[in-house]
């Protein structure tokens, strides 16, 4: 009798409780986005592409179950000239039955052609923010994974080869996702999320309205989530369609996929994003925090995410 009564007691207890999940530590975050931009420009031929390589890999063979290599050449649009690209998949549970993808890109912009001054039209964008915050984001969830086993399949994908497009050409941008979505490495994805300039001081993300047609049940999901964990990035708001790595996700492979991506930075005013202003000094660890403890919430959380 007296182990029931404990037993009813724990149940109580719970109905009213949030399930503890991991600490999403963003200075680590940060170090991340830090060392990333140490290495200098990252568009795919540079010095600190190879460099930026050898760290993703060293760093998450350590934290992870399996780690995919997917090799592949392209033609970079802006600078018209071949180059080879990695995607690397670093998953946790790859057996499991549910398998999630949560991507970022790790390439670079080669040229500053947004910049306020032309004379930095052909320099490379350090990128931050465009690239190295959602990459720095992923690095710390490796980390937290190791740390702590979720009851679900996790494919970090870090992929190449996003930011070389030209504009009005949207598929010579994201050739990394593009060859990813036509030559799938890995089987039965459910949902992917991509996390994109997520570093933003002056984070603000309102919802990417492509993700909101792709998969809108898990974009409500999220945002509803982040209300409650008063993660006040999330705006309830839909702003403009960005061609991104989701899109070739959903259109090629058919993977419901999202994107969460603050494509003001810093706001409506001034703009850092393709220019030589896209430096760490514009982001901060508490914009990756908010981002990265909303994904820790959903790998770990899943009775909010899983489908009614
Ligand atoms: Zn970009």
């Known amino acids: 009798m007296r182990l029931i ?3 009813f ?6 109905l009213g409780c949030e399930t503890v ?3 999403f530590n963003e200075q680590k975050a940060f170090n991340h986005l830090l060392a990333q931009c140490e290495f200098g420009p990252r568009n795919p031929g540079s010095d600190g592409h190879i460099k930026t390589k050898k760290y993703i890999l060293d760093f998450v063979q350590e934290l992870v179950d399996t780690v995919i290599v997917q090799d592949f050449s392209f033609k970079s649009a802006l600078e018209n000239k071949n180059h080879n690209g990695t995607n690397i998949i670093a998953r946790v549970n790859p057996t499991s039955n549910t398998q999630i993808l949560i991507g970022a890109h790790w390439d670079t912009r080669p ?10 039209y052909e320099k490379p964008i350090l990128g931050a923010n465009d690239g190295a915050s959602g990459v720095a984001v992923l690095l710390e969830l490796a980390d937290v994974l190791n740390d702590n086993r979720p009851n679900i399949g996790i494919n970090l994908v870090f992929f190449d080869a996003e930011d070389s497009g030209v504009s009005g050409e949207d598929e010579s941008y994201c050739q990394g996702s593009i060859y990813f979505a036509k030559n799938l490495p890995i089987k039965n994805i459910k949902e992917a999320i991509i996390l994109d300039m997520v570093g933003d001081k002056q984070l603000s993300l309102p919802i990417e309205r492509n993700s909101l047609n792709f998969h809108g049940q898990l974009i409500r999901k999220l945002w509803d989530r982040a209300k409650t964990l008063k993660l006040d990035a999330f705006k309830g708001v839909v702003g403009p369609s960005i061609y991104d790595d989701h899109v070739p996700l959903y ?5 419901p996929s999202i994107d969460i991506i603050d494509f003001r930075y810093p706001n409506a005013f001034t703009n850092y994003w393709h220019t030589v202003e896209d430096i760490p000094e514009n982001c901060s660890p508490e914009s990756l925090g908010q981002v990265g403890r909303l994904m820790v919430d959903y790998i770990f959380n899943r009775k909010f995410y899983n489908d009614n």
């Open 9 to 14: 007691i724990i149940c109580i207890t719970n």
């Open 111 to 120: 040229l500053a052609d947004q910049d306020e001054d032309s004379r930095n």
């Open 5 to 7: 009564i404990i037993v």
């Open 251 to 255: 259109q090629y492979a058919g993977i």
């Open 21 to 23: 999940v991991p600490i």
